[in-house]
């Protein structure tokens, strides 16, 4: 963190998601050329030069040159999380990052936060930063479980998934009344998937949801989840969560990334914003010594653009709700429009 003393406490021991992969778009990429990682993301990220939005009859309801809009230096790519975990990693001191670090309590201290972990071993902080997701117990402690600070279920479930590439070229979603599935290129025989079901899925059925939604779609498409759920170890749930909050930090604590700001993934904004947060928070404490005023003052700054992202997800999202019939009449014209207000800010450097 821009050379500030730090303690990094992963609960896992392994990378978690290892074996998926992860959208990148342009400011993500400008995120990572700030870390002098542009040239391994070069290497290492497949290109996305372009997004397809399709009916589950495989009609094209509109497309968006990505190439053209971010520019060589910016084109969008995707990876394996593995690939990007390492690249943030590198020449990470192996004292900086404790695994397996279970954090039962972070207690509020006049001289900083007190962390308090599984093993029963007590570390003292000037501060603590969230960076825990959807989840965060940080945000837990920070709030006490008061009115308004737990996630907000968008789905009940979606599914992420690797499986052989059916001949996608492109980021590529298909959508109808019963749910959506994305699959973006990894390389030219791989590809990432995710899946969602928007109606209710009755306690049990599990995997037999996405089965009966992936019926209506392409035999790409269909084929593709087979292969999917005929690995399971591919295969990981979880339901579609929000997170939305009045205030990110207080008492020597800051969240950043899902933790403080939880989305839909429409514009593949998590792992984006969590990265500019970084290293905004990053700057602004080389700049000063005064924790409290440092925290408003990232805030101050982070807000506005999160909440832009924030407001266009909802736009998408209450247009991909709509009636099949008008959402395939409108969105040839609304999509393309929604992208580039969504992305024309994000453009311009956190």
Known sequence: ???LPHLVLERRRLPADGGLAINLPGNAIQALAELDLREQIEQAGHPIGRREYRTSADRLLFAVDEDRFWGEALRPRSLRR??????????????TIR???????????????????KDNTTIASSLVVGADGVHSLVRRQMFDTAAG????LLAQASWRF????????????WADAAGMVLLMPISESEVYGWAAVTAPVQSGRGVEALL?????LPCRVRNTILDAVASPETL??????????????????????????????????????GMED??????????????????????????PRVAHVQRMTDRMSRAARLPPLLRNMLLPFLGPRSYRQTYEPLRRSA
């Open 278 to 303: 970084a290293i905004s928070l990053g700057d602004l404490l080389s700049s000063s010594p005064d924790i409290p005023a440092t925290l408003a003052a990232f805030e101050a700054l982070r807000r």
């Open 212 to 216: 009966d939604m992936a019926a209506n």
């Open 236 to 273: 990981h749930h979880s339901p579609l969560e929000d997170v939305r909050l009045s205030r990110w930090q207080g008492s020597g604590m800051v969240l950043i990334g899902d933790a403080a700001h939880a989305t839909a993934p429409v514009w593949a904004q998590g792992a984006a914003l």
């Open 149 to 152: 600070t737990a996630p907000a």
């Open 162 to 173: 690797m499986a052989p590439n059916p001949g996608v070229r492109c980021w590529t979603v």
């Open 82 to 95: 593995s690939d990007l975990l390492a690249m943030l990693g590198d020449g990470m001191p192996e004292e």
């Open 1 to 3: 963190m821009r050379g």
């Open 99 to 117: 695994r397996g670090a279970i954090v039962r309590s972070v207690v509020p201290d006049a001289r900083g936060p007190l962390l308090s972990l």
